[in-house]
Protein backbone atom coordinates (compact mmCIF):
# COMPACT_ATOMS: atom_id res chain seq x y z
CA UNK A 1 0.00 0.00 0.00
CA UNK A 2 1.85 3.80 -0.61
CA UNK A 3 2.04 5.80 1.82
CA UNK A 4 1.37 9.83 1.39
CA UNK A 5 3.52 11.93 1.20
CA UNK A 6 4.87 13.98 3.68
CA UNK A 7 3.18 17.28 1.78
CA UNK A 8 -0.20 15.72 1.58
CA UNK A 9 -0.21 14.73 5.22
CA UNK A 10 0.90 18.47 6.34
CA UNK A 11 -1.58 19.83 4.08
CA UNK A 12 -4.29 17.48 5.52
CA UNK A 13 -3.27 18.99 8.85
CA UNK A 14 -3.04 22.46 8.43
CA UNK A 15 -6.60 22.28 6.47
CA UNK A 16 -8.26 20.75 10.27
CA UNK A 17 -5.89 23.63 11.82
CA UNK A 18 -7.50 26.36 9.80
CA UNK A 19 -11.00 24.97 10.57
CA UNK A 20 -10.51 24.62 14.15
CA UNK A 21 -9.13 28.77 14.23
CA UNK A 22 -12.34 29.63 12.68
CA UNK A 23 -14.52 27.51 14.29
CA UNK A 24 -12.60 29.06 17.40
CA UNK A 25 -12.86 32.73 16.40
CA UNK A 26 -16.80 32.21 15.55
CA UNK A 27 -17.34 30.74 18.75
CA UNK A 28 -15.57 33.72 20.74
CA UNK A 29 -17.39 36.27 18.02
CA UNK A 30 -21.13 34.85 19.00
CA UNK A 31 -20.30 34.48 23.17
CA UNK A 32 -19.08 38.08 23.34
CA UNK A 33 -22.45 39.23 20.95
CA UNK A 34 -25.30 40.77 22.61
CA UNK A 35 -28.41 42.10 22.14
CA UNK A 36 -30.02 44.45 24.04
CA UNK A 37 -33.88 45.64 23.97
CA UNK A 38 -35.08 48.48 26.74
CA UNK A 39 -38.63 48.13 27.65
CA UNK A 40 -40.38 50.62 30.01
CA UNK A 41 -42.95 49.24 32.93
CA UNK A 42 -45.73 51.22 34.55
CA UNK A 43 -44.86 51.05 38.42
CA UNK A 44 -47.06 53.72 39.80
CA UNK A 45 -50.08 56.22 38.45
CA UNK A 46 -52.16 58.35 40.05
CA UNK A 47 -55.31 59.71 38.42
CA UNK A 48 -57.39 62.55 39.87
CA UNK A 49 -60.87 62.78 38.30
CA UNK A 50 -64.12 61.47 38.52
CA UNK A 51 -65.54 58.33 37.26
CA UNK A 52 -68.31 59.50 34.87
CA UNK A 53 -71.97 58.56 35.04
CA UNK A 54 -74.88 59.47 32.88
CA UNK A 55 -77.85 61.01 34.33
CA UNK A 56 -81.05 58.31 35.36
CA UNK A 57 -83.79 57.96 32.71
CA UNK A 58 -87.03 57.38 34.08
CA UNK A 59 -89.67 56.32 30.84
CA UNK A 60 -93.40 56.49 31.60
CA UNK A 61 -94.72 57.99 28.70
CA UNK A 62 -93.92 57.88 24.93
CA UNK A 63 -90.69 60.33 24.27
CA UNK A 64 -91.55 61.12 20.93
CA UNK A 65 -90.91 65.07 19.64
CA UNK A 66 -89.76 65.11 23.83
CA UNK A 67 -86.63 67.15 24.79
CA UNK A 68 -85.89 66.42 28.40
CA UNK A 69 -83.42 68.38 30.35
CA UNK A 70 -81.64 67.44 33.36
CA UNK A 71 -80.08 69.21 35.99
CA UNK A 72 -78.24 66.41 38.16
CA UNK A 73 -75.88 66.70 41.48
CA UNK A 74 -74.00 63.96 42.64
CA UNK A 75 -71.65 63.46 46.01
CA UNK A 76 -68.82 60.80 46.43
CA UNK A 77 -68.69 59.59 50.28
CA UNK A 78 -65.74 56.79 49.19
CA UNK A 79 -62.91 59.33 47.17
CA UNK A 80 -60.09 57.15 46.87
CA UNK A 81 -59.75 53.78 44.76
CA UNK A 82 -56.71 51.61 45.11
CA UNK A 83 -55.56 48.46 43.28
CA UNK A 84 -53.27 46.59 41.19
CA UNK A 85 -53.73 46.80 37.00
CA UNK A 86 -52.01 44.73 34.86
CA UNK A 87 -50.76 47.20 32.74
CA UNK A 88 -47.77 46.03 30.65
CA UNK A 89 -48.31 42.58 28.99
CA UNK A 90 -44.64 41.57 29.04
CA UNK A 91 -44.33 38.69 31.68
CA UNK A 92 -40.56 39.20 31.74
CA UNK A 93 -41.45 42.19 33.52
CA UNK A 94 -44.63 41.91 35.27
CA UNK A 95 -43.80 39.63 37.79
CA UNK A 96 -40.63 41.12 38.84
CA UNK A 97 -40.15 43.64 42.17
CA UNK A 98 -44.14 42.72 42.81
CA UNK A 99 -45.51 44.38 39.86
CA UNK A 100 -48.61 41.80 39.85
CA UNK A 101 -49.43 41.72 43.70
CA UNK A 102 -48.57 45.69 44.35
CA UNK A 103 -51.07 48.61 44.75
CA UNK A 104 -50.05 50.05 41.17
CA UNK A 105 -53.56 52.40 40.57
CA UNK A 106 -54.79 55.22 43.11
CA UNK A 107 -57.28 57.08 42.13
CA UNK A 108 -59.13 60.75 43.52
CA UNK A 109 -62.20 60.97 43.29
CA UNK A 110 -63.73 63.92 43.46
CA UNK A 111 -66.23 65.17 46.35
CA UNK A 112 -69.29 66.17 44.17
CA UNK A 113 -70.04 66.22 40.34
CA UNK A 114 -72.35 68.50 38.72
CA UNK A 115 -74.14 67.89 35.52
CA UNK A 116 -76.88 68.37 33.00
CA UNK A 117 -78.16 65.91 30.30
CA UNK A 118 -80.71 66.56 27.17
CA UNK A 119 -82.36 63.66 25.99
CA UNK A 120 -84.61 64.02 22.48
CA UNK A 121 -87.22 61.19 21.46
CA UNK A 122 -86.42 60.68 17.60
CA UNK A 123 -89.21 58.20 17.41
CA UNK A 124 -92.01 56.52 20.14
CA UNK A 125 -89.24 54.37 21.57
CA UNK A 126 -85.69 55.75 20.05
CA UNK A 127 -84.14 58.85 21.79
CA UNK A 128 -80.93 60.55 21.10
CA UNK A 129 -78.86 62.39 24.67
CA UNK A 130 -76.21 64.60 24.90
CA UNK A 131 -74.71 65.97 28.55
CA UNK A 132 -72.28 67.26 30.46
CA UNK A 133 -71.05 67.13 33.99
CA UNK A 134 -68.04 69.73 35.70
CA UNK A 135 -66.44 68.42 38.90
CA UNK A 136 -63.06 69.80 41.01
CA UNK A 137 -60.80 68.23 42.85
CA UNK A 138 -57.58 69.46 44.60
CA UNK A 139 -57.53 72.32 42.46
CA UNK A 140 -57.56 70.52 39.51
CA UNK A 141 -60.86 71.05 37.08
CA UNK A 142 -62.53 67.88 35.47
CA UNK A 143 -65.01 68.29 32.69
CA UNK A 144 -66.97 64.90 31.05
CA UNK A 145 -69.18 64.40 28.20
CA UNK A 146 -71.64 61.97 27.04
CA UNK A 147 -73.30 60.94 23.94
CA UNK A 148 -75.44 57.60 23.01
CA UNK A 149 -78.89 56.41 21.93
CA UNK A 150 -81.69 54.71 24.06
CA UNK A 151 -84.32 52.41 23.45
CA UNK A 152 -87.70 53.11 25.28
CA UNK A 153 -90.83 51.14 26.47
CA UNK A 154 -93.45 51.51 28.78
CA UNK A 155 -96.73 49.97 29.71
CA UNK A 156 -99.70 50.21 32.51
CA UNK A 157 -96.71 49.62 35.17
CA UNK A 158 -93.91 49.33 33.83
CA UNK A 159 -91.17 51.27 31.86
CA UNK A 160 -87.61 51.18 31.11
CA UNK A 161 -85.05 51.95 29.13
CA UNK A 162 -81.62 50.06 27.53
CA UNK A 163 -79.01 52.77 26.19
CA UNK A 164 -75.48 52.66 24.75
CA UNK A 165 -72.94 55.30 24.55
CA UNK A 166 -69.62 56.68 24.25
CA UNK A 167 -68.50 59.29 27.37
CA UNK A 168 -65.43 61.92 27.44
CA UNK A 169 -63.39 62.29 30.41
CA UNK A 170 -60.98 64.96 31.66
CA UNK A 171 -58.45 63.25 34.00
CA UNK A 172 -55.06 64.45 35.41
CA UNK A 173 -52.32 61.79 36.32
CA UNK A 174 -49.51 61.33 37.65
CA UNK A 175 -47.40 58.21 36.55
CA UNK A 176 -44.05 56.42 37.90
CA UNK A 177 -42.32 54.53 34.91
CA UNK A 178 -39.05 51.77 35.38
CA UNK A 179 -36.86 51.61 32.76
CA UNK A 180 -34.96 47.76 32.11
CA UNK A 181 -32.97 46.60 29.19
CA UNK A 182 -33.40 42.69 28.36
CA UNK A 183 -30.32 41.32 27.17
CA UNK A 184 -29.80 38.08 25.42
CA UNK A 185 -26.62 36.59 24.58
CA UNK A 186 -25.49 33.50 22.96
CA UNK A 187 -25.34 30.49 25.61
CA UNK A 188 -26.47 32.62 28.08
CA UNK A 189 -29.77 32.72 29.58
CA UNK A 190 -32.04 36.38 29.33
CA UNK A 191 -30.67 38.65 31.93
CA UNK A 192 -33.48 41.36 33.00
CA UNK A 193 -31.76 44.68 34.18
CA UNK A 194 -32.94 47.65 35.82
CA UNK A 195 -31.76 51.03 34.96
CA UNK A 196 -33.42 53.93 36.40
CA UNK A 197 -37.51 55.48 37.03
CA UNK A 198 -38.69 58.57 35.92
CA UNK A 199 -41.93 59.99 36.12
CA UNK A 200 -44.92 61.52 33.84
CA UNK A 201 -47.32 63.85 34.89
CA UNK A 202 -50.09 65.57 32.71
CA UNK A 203 -53.69 65.76 31.76
CA UNK A 204 -55.64 63.61 28.75
CA UNK A 205 -59.47 63.61 27.68
CA UNK A 206 -60.13 59.71 27.08
CA UNK A 207 -63.30 58.16 25.29
CA UNK A 208 -64.89 55.23 26.52
CA UNK A 209 -68.15 53.30 26.03
CA UNK A 210 -70.88 52.91 28.13
CA UNK A 211 -73.86 50.74 28.45
CA UNK A 212 -77.22 50.90 31.22
CA UNK A 213 -80.59 49.01 31.45
CA UNK A 214 -83.17 51.06 33.40
CA UNK A 215 -86.15 49.50 34.59
CA UNK A 216 -89.23 51.72 36.53
CA UNK A 217 -92.44 51.24 37.64
CA UNK A 218 -95.60 53.52 36.43
CA UNK A 219 -98.13 53.76 38.88
CA UNK A 220 -100.47 56.88 38.20
CA UNK A 221 -101.33 58.49 40.53
CA UNK A 222 -99.10 57.47 43.08
CA UNK A 223 -96.83 59.42 45.28
CA UNK A 224 -93.67 57.81 44.62
CA UNK A 225 -92.32 55.19 41.81
CA UNK A 226 -89.69 53.06 41.72
CA UNK A 227 -86.37 52.77 39.82
CA UNK A 228 -83.12 50.38 39.03
CA UNK A 229 -79.99 50.97 37.06
CA UNK A 230 -77.78 48.14 36.07
CA UNK A 231 -75.17 49.35 33.95
CA UNK A 232 -71.30 48.94 32.81
CA UNK A 233 -68.99 51.87 31.58
CA UNK A 234 -64.77 51.82 31.07
CA UNK A 235 -62.28 53.98 31.94
CA UNK A 236 -58.99 54.13 30.19
CA UNK A 237 -55.97 54.77 33.07
CA UNK A 238 -53.31 55.31 30.29
CA UNK A 239 -52.05 54.52 27.12
CA UNK A 240 -48.00 54.81 25.79
CA UNK A 241 -49.80 57.12 22.93
CA UNK A 242 -50.83 59.46 25.97
CA UNK A 243 -47.23 59.62 27.44
CA UNK A 244 -44.88 58.70 24.55
CA UNK A 245 -42.72 57.05 26.59
CA UNK A 246 -41.53 53.90 24.29
CA UNK A 247 -42.31 53.95 21.06
CA UNK A 248 -42.26 50.25 20.26
CA UNK A 249 -44.04 48.61 22.99
CA UNK A 250 -47.22 48.97 24.46
CA UNK A 251 -48.64 50.62 27.65
CA UNK A 252 -52.05 50.98 28.00
CA UNK A 253 -55.24 49.43 30.57
CA UNK A 254 -58.95 50.44 31.41
CA UNK A 255 -60.76 49.99 34.67
CA UNK A 256 -64.36 48.23 34.05
CA UNK A 257 -66.89 49.86 36.61
CA UNK A 258 -70.38 48.16 37.14
CA UNK A 259 -73.51 50.34 38.35
CA UNK A 260 -76.24 49.53 40.24
CA UNK A 261 -78.61 52.37 41.18
CA UNK A 262 -82.01 51.67 43.00
CA UNK A 263 -83.67 54.65 43.71
CA UNK A 264 -87.50 56.83 44.22
CA UNK A 265 -89.11 59.52 41.46
CA UNK A 266 -91.95 61.77 42.28
CA UNK A 267 -94.00 63.43 39.49
CA UNK A 268 -93.69 67.21 40.70
CA UNK A 269 -96.21 68.67 37.78
CA UNK A 270 -97.24 66.81 34.59
CA UNK A 271 -93.93 67.62 32.82
CA UNK A 272 -91.52 67.54 35.74
CA UNK A 273 -89.89 64.42 38.19
CA UNK A 274 -88.03 64.81 41.45
CA UNK A 275 -85.13 61.55 40.81
CA UNK A 276 -83.13 61.00 44.08
CA UNK A 277 -80.93 57.38 44.83
CA UNK A 278 -77.62 55.98 45.32
CA UNK A 279 -75.19 54.34 42.79
CA UNK A 280 -72.98 51.28 44.31
CA UNK A 281 -70.04 51.10 41.93
CA UNK A 282 -67.45 48.55 41.89
CA UNK A 283 -64.47 47.83 39.86
CA UNK A 284 -64.18 44.56 37.80
CA UNK A 285 -61.19 44.77 35.63
CA UNK A 286 -58.96 44.81 38.69
CA UNK A 287 -56.73 42.14 40.28
CA UNK A 288 -57.33 43.78 43.74
CA UNK A 289 -58.76 47.12 44.86
CA UNK A 290 -60.17 48.74 48.03
CA UNK A 291 -63.26 49.70 48.58
CA UNK A 292 -64.80 46.92 47.00
CA UNK A 293 -68.26 49.57 46.29
CA UNK A 294 -68.24 53.32 45.43
CA UNK A 295 -71.42 54.87 47.01
CA UNK A 296 -72.50 58.01 45.35
CA UNK A 297 -75.55 59.41 46.46
CA UNK A 298 -77.63 61.01 43.64
CA UNK A 299 -80.02 63.98 42.91
CA UNK A 300 -81.57 65.06 39.93
CA UNK A 301 -84.82 67.10 38.22
CA UNK A 302 -85.69 66.35 34.96
CA UNK A 303 -88.19 68.80 33.19
CA UNK A 304 -89.97 67.63 29.61
CA UNK A 305 -90.68 70.22 27.11
Known sequence: MKRPKRSERMSASGRKLTIALITSVIAASMAGCS??????QLRDVKLTGPNHQIPVRVTDRDVEDHLRITPNFSITKNRNIDGNVEIDQDSRLYNLAGYDTANNLHWNLPAYVVGIGFDYGLSKHLSFSLGGNYSRTKEK?????????????HDKYVGGRFEVGLQWQDVAYSATFDQYEVVNSWGNPEEVRYL???????KYMTGNFYGNLTLNTVFQGAALNGFVRLGYGVTSVLSN??????????ITTAVGMVNITPGLYIN??????????CEFLSPVS???YSPEWLIVPI?????TL
Open 35 to 40: IVTNLV
Open 141 to 153: KSYEWDAGLGWCF
Open 196 to 202: YSFNRYG
Open 241 to 250: EMLRVNEEGD
Open 268 to 277: LTEWSRLVVG
Open 286 to 288: MNS
Open 299 to 303: AQVDF
